[in-house]
Structure formats: structure tokens, C-alpha cells
């Protein structure tokens, strides 16, 4: 039985994913977060603490009303009391490998949403 030569790879049209794992209710609705605690292709990194930056008058966990990154199938987006992932508060730089937050000069906290103030002690 001979067979004509392949042009793609057997395996070209197939797709892999991971659905990661999470300590935190994940979807659309009220007090679920858009995304999971882990994440990336193998689901090997880990999102760090999330808060509101403490700089902003905004609330940037606030994710009603906002369509989930990359979309949606059916257009939906968060409800009322849904949760945006806000790494470290925007006030430090995420250890994607460990969780962990390195808060920015001035800021501390697990999720270094807590703004140190100097005090003029003269």
C-alpha cells in the first residue's frame, strides 16, 4: 500500500493546553478572579498576591464590566464584584517561579499594597 508523501507534520493541527490549577474561584462571576493562580503553557508559573495600588484613585481589581484577557466566546464579561489579578499591587516586581512579591522602594506587604510614609522627625 504506498501513500503519498506527507507535506505538515501529523501532529501539525493539534493544540496543547494546560487548565491550571488555582486556590481561588476563577470565572466571571462576583468574588471570582479572571485568572488562575497558575498559569503559562505548562502551568508551571504562579501569580503573585493581588491588591488595589494604593497610588490610584481607581480600584484596579474591580473587573466588572471587563472582558476576560484574550476574549471571550460568547462576549461575556466580569459581573458585578468580579476580581481583576493585579499582581503585587502594581508596586513591585512578580517572582513568577516563587509567588512572591519584591515591593518597590516604599511599599511593603505580602502583596506590597501598603505605602510606608517618612515622617520629619526634626
Given at each position: 500500500f504506498l501513500r503519498a508523501p506527507a507535506t505538515t507534520a501529523w501532529d501539525a493541527r493539534l493544540s496543547s493546553?494546560?487548565?491550571?490549577?488555582?486556590?481561588?474561584?476563577?470565572?466571571?462571576?462576583?468574588?471570582?478572579?479572571?485568572?488562575?493562580?497558575?498559569f503559562g503553557p505548562d502551568c508551571s508559573l504562579r501569580?503573585?498576591?493581588s491588591g488595589d495600588d494604593p497610588m490610584t484613585e481607581a480600584?484596579?481589581?474591580?473587573?466588572?464590566?471587563?472582558a476576560p484577557?484574550?476574549?471571550?466566546?460568547?462576549?461575556?464579561?466580569g459581573a458585578v464584584g468580579n476580581l481583576c489579578?493585579?499582581?503585587?499591587?502594581?508596586?513591585?516586581?512578580c517572582d513568577h517561579m516563587l509567588?512572591?512579591?519584591?515591593?518597590?522602594?516604599?511599599f511593603?506587604?505580602?502583596?506590597c499594597g501598603y505605602q510606608l510614609f517618612a515622617y520629619n522627625t526634626k
Open positions: 493546553a494546560c487548565l491550571c490549577d488555582s486556590s481561588w474561584p476563577v470565572g466571571l462571576a462576583a468574588s471570582q478572579r479572571q485568572e488562575p493562580e497558575w501569580h503573585c498576591p480600584n484596579e481589581e474591580d473587573c466588572g464590566g471587563v484577557a484574550g476574549g471571550s466566546v460568547t462576549g461575556a464579561s489579578q493585579v499582581d503585587c499591587s502594581n508596586r513591585g516586581l509567588g512572591k512579591c519584591d515591593c518597590f522602594e516604599g511593603v506587604g505580602e502583596n
